[in-house]
């Protein structure tokens, strides 16, 4: 996971066996519906795929999966865990240009300093094809913080993190609030987002 800062790749680098232990063995609630809206077996790249249990569902389905995380103790557990083929590599190292027809990128761009966002967003959209779809979520917030276990977070309210979706190319699809706890314990409103990417064929 991670956005580049210190502290937290430190973190997840650290702690990454028994944070692969503690959360639960199942897939994200939201990723059979989003996976339900891609084509059969297309390319689809996991960002911050931590212990892999989002991975391991997405080949599960049928997908051809591209998993990615930051820190690579956390690519280790993945691939030991479920044989992933995991890779190292944060989210400013994406370059790829439409090779992928979907991006999942479930609990970890909230990582990622609200002034290298955008950045990473218009990285996101140049590596989807026309058409392709995005799913991101983050916890909900009033500017930029860490949390109490010193990770980094962005905590954007639903409008600015709606917008800035918008003003890096994205259609929203779905936007939907939910309460959800965090590794720290906090429970507080999170933003499930999926998009689109302009089929401009």
Known sequence: MGGGDPATLAFYQ????RYTLSFGQAPSRHLDPFLDRLEPGVRVLELGCGGGRDGARIVERGFDLDATDGVSAMVRKANERFDLGARVMRFDELDAVSAYDAVWAHACLLHVPRMNLHGVLAAIRTALKPGGWHYASYK???????????????FPDAAWIESVYRDAGFVIAASEVFRGEGADGTVRDWIALTVKVEDRS
């Open 14 to 17: 650290a702690q990454a066996p």
């Open 140 to 154: 909900l917030g009033s500017g930029e913080g860490r949390c109490l276990l010193g990770r980094l977070h962005n």
